[in-house]
């Protein structure tokens, strides 16, 4: 079984232009999840979709950052007018709905954002 | 918001030794899971732990769920060079959603 896929594994922009990160869950996973880490850091909660709903996006920054789990494809996580704070890892997890329980949270290998 | 408190922040261990770290918060947690990561690479999950007081082994990893839901620690006995990387604790929050909420990691060295 194929695990959860981040693409693409190193993205570098310059300031102002657009970050797209994309994830595809583990197959069978409804799911899916952000967080962002910064270097020597624990990983920061960023927001939490189902499929074409967004559940909690509590930890997203308000403004250039969006979210999207369409019906169809991989999850998109967009970053708008990037700046150097944006540069970290952007790691996808996504997991499974089994009884109304959510069971583990299965990570991606992330994406490295560079932003110069 | 909630957070926990990972220590210790680093540790350097022989080969052969056991290590231990450990979480808190002074908030309570519903579930505990430990994660090892590797440079460059994503969080594998080591051990998941659902029940206050729950004590679970993964080969030579034991990991507990504290009583009070506050705290929990990792155990890894006789270590291996191939145990060298970041451990961090994650937590889903009492009346939170499903997300998780990190420590700062522990950053293991063996020495061989």
């Known amino acids: 079984n194929a695990g959860v896929m981040q693409n693409p594994r190193h993205l570098v922009r310059r300031r102002g232009q657009e970050a797209r990160l994309r994830c595809s869950p583990m197959?069978?996973?409804?799911?899916v999840y952000w967080y962002r880490q910064l270097p020597e850091e624990g990983l920061k909660f960023m927001v939490y979709?189902?499929?074409?709903?967004?559940?909690?996006e509590s930890g997203m920054p308000k403004e250039r950052f969006s979210a999207e789990f369409p019906k169809e494809g991989p999850s998109i996580l967009r970053i708008q007018q990037v700046v150097r704070g944006d540069s970290a890892a952007y790691f996808c997890?996504?997991?499974?709905?089994?009884?109304?329980?959510?069971?583990?949270?299965?990570f991606g290998p992330g994406t490295r954002l560079l932003v110069l | 918001g909630q957070q926990l408190n990972q220590s210790p922040q680093s540790m350097f261990i022989q080969e052969g030794e056991d290590v231990s770290m450990n979480c808190t918060s002074s908030s309570i947690f519903n579930t505990w899971l430990w994660y090892k990561q590797d440079p460059g690479e994503g969080p594998v999950l080591l051990i998941a732990l659902y029940k206050a007081g729950e004590l679970t082994s993964n080969g030579r990893l034991t990991a507990q769920f504290g009583i009070t839901r506050k705290d929990s620690f990792l155990n890894i006995s006789a270590s291996i060079p191939s145990d060298v990387g970041i451990y961090f604790c994650?937590?889903?929050?009492?009346?939170?959603?499903?997300?998780?909420?990190f420590g700062k990691g522990t950053k293991l060295t063996v020495n061989p």
């Open positions: 997890a996504s997991s499974l709905y089994r009884d109304s329980l959510q069971e583990t949270q299965y």
């Open positions: 994650a937590g889903q929050p009492q009346g939170g959603s499903e997300k998780l909420v």
């Open positions: 197959k069978g996973h409804s799911h």
């Open positions: 979709l189902q499929k074409e709903n967004i559940i909690d």
